[in-house]
């Protein structure tokens, strides 16, 4: 069957340290993979893409990484704030997706000061 | 939110009540979808559409129809709503084009609406 997972228990790290979370899919094919974040109350937040054909995309403090052999993405926060405190949800498009998203439940990562 | 509201954002019902949705954007976007939220599921796409009067199923369309009559409105209607259908729904949109698009498909998400079925 097709699966997309991510850790269900919550990360917790300290301030200033580097989160690291997993995604990782069976089954799929994906064109691409998006990372969310989702704040309590309120809709998920684009925050990046990366393409099939890309090992590694950086936007500021973010790094996401896409490896197709181990079906899996890790995405990064470096010199994390407690303003990171959020769930983050990766996302993936099938080859052939049109558009359409299938989720991972989503990694809920708490920084504590 | 990328000019997309949704209302009402909270709603009680009872079972067996029909139940309208409303998704409304302002980004004249091509792609509009609705998914439900719940505890362990994460998203899960319900219908979604890609263009006027152009909708198609996803994931968990059972018990869901879906109306766009206007690019800027997405309407979601549970005909009989059940207890199975209490959850927080999420209006998204894209803009992108054909096969996943130049970006990729990045979606924009409305603030969600609470339903509870009693």
């Given amino acids: 069957s097709q699966k ?3 850790n269900s228990e919550a990360l917790n790290i300290q301030e200033g340290k580097t989160a690291t979370l ?13 990372w969310y974040r989702q704040d309590p109350g309120r809709g998920p937040v684009f925050l990046l893409l990366i393409r099939e054909n890309e090992k590694e995309k950086r936007k500021e ?7 197709t052999t181990l079906k899996q993405s890790l995405f990064h926060i470096t010199a994390s704030q407690p303003a990171d405190s959020a769930t983050y949800l990766c996302a993936l498009i ?3 997706g049109y558009n359409k998203l299938i989720f991972g439940a989503g990694t809920r990562l708490a920084v504590h000061p | 939110d990328a000019g997309i509201t ?3 954002r909270h709603k009680v019902t009872e079972t067996g009540t029909p139940v309208t949705l409303r998704c409304h954007q302002t980004e004249n976007h091509r792609y509009m979808y609705w998914y439900r939220q719940d505890p362990g599921h994460g998203l899960r796409l319900i219908h979604y559409s890609y263009g006027v009067k152009d909708t198609d199923k996803g994931e968990v ?4 129809s879906v109306s ?3 690019t800027e409105d997405f309407l979601l209607t549970l005909e009989s709503a059940t207890s199975s259908q209490t959850s927080v729904y999420f209006c998204a949109i894209s803009g992108s084009q054909g096969l996943a698009g130049v970006n990729g498909g990045e979606q924009f998400f409305g603030p969600g609406t609470r339903l509870t079925v009693l």
């Fill in chain 1, 22 to 34: 997993t995604c990782n899919y069976t089954n799929y094919s994906p064109a691409y993979l998006q």
């Fill in chain 1, 61 to 67: 403090r973010l790094k996401v990484t896409f490896d």
């Fill in chain 2, 61 to 64: 369309s059972d018990g869901y």
């Fill in chain 2, 68 to 70: 766009r009559s206007k």
């Fill in chain 2, 6 to 8: 949704q209302s009402p």
């Fill in chain 1, 94 to 96: 099938p080859s052939g």
């Fill in chain 1, 4 to 6: 997309i997972e991510q």
